[in-house]
């Protein structure tokens, strides 16, 4: 019993250490330097990233947070609902303004939280020296639920759909130090079917802003952590 228990205290130490500890980026087998001067590099969860070769961010003390943007899709009207039960695909409604001043926010909110929980870098108020930025702009986001007025009873495998890109800066020499870039369709996991309302609408963007602030949290932090 107690070799049992010592051993479930060294799988519980490996464990937490594997979730406190990122693998480092690396280069692209096939990466060239982009227009910017940027290496192309894998080991991340962005579909793309790039990285100004010999950036270490371990040169640097804190982080901001530039204000951030959201761009949208410009559709019509989007499709007539006709059937009271309607699987709802690949079709795209415009977004009202009110939404969008509460998607703007919580995308803003939710970065920021990421970057008060980085390990590595403190939080800074403001450009300076041994700062860097984080700019971040979602684009192209649009909505795949129909407007509330038209729906009676609908399914969605996805409510909705932007891409993410974000720059880290260097605040002194105002150099571009990396881009990442994540395009992420917000609805549940595989191709499971919910109902679409505002309530449920409105639940699963919240979550895919908050995996996207983890994920820029784990990029940078695996940035501070191994250069």
Request: glycine letters at 8%.
């Amino acid at each position: 019993m107690q070799a049992l228990t010592r051993i479930s205290v060294c799988l519980g130490a490996l464990l937490a250490l594997g979730a406190c500890t990122s693998a480092p980026l690396r280069p692209a087998l096939d990466g060239g330097l982009s227009e910017a001067g940027l290496q192309r590099m894998t080991g991340t969860d962005f579909d793309e990233v790039w990285l100004r070769p010999g950036t270490d961010l371990r040169a640097y003390q804190g982080v901001v947070l530039a204000p951030t943007s959201v761009t949208y899709r410009e559709v019509d009207e989007g499709v007539r609902i006709h059937s009271p039960r309607l699987r709802v695909g690949e079709d795209a409604y415009p977004i009202p303004a009110d939404q969008r001043e509460r998607i703007e926010a919580a995308f803003e909110g939710r970065l920021s939280q990421a970057l008060d929980q980085v390990a590595g870098l403190r939080r800074a108020s403001g450009p300076g020296p041994g700062t860097v930025s984080l700019r971040a702009v979602l684009v192209d986001f649009v909505s795949k639920v129909p407007p509330q007025e038209v729906m009676t009873r609908v399914y969605v495998t996805s409510v909705g759909e932007a891409t993410l890109i974000i720059e880290l800066w260097d605040d002194e020499r105002d150099e571009l130090l990396l881009r990442a870039i994540d395009h992420e369709r917000a609805g549940p996991p595989g191709s499971e079917l919910i109902r679409a309302n505002n309530v449920t609408s409105w639940a699963e963007i919240d979550r895919q802003m908050q995996r996207w602030g983890a994920q820029v949290r784990r990029l940078v932090e695996q940035l501070a952590a191994t250069g």
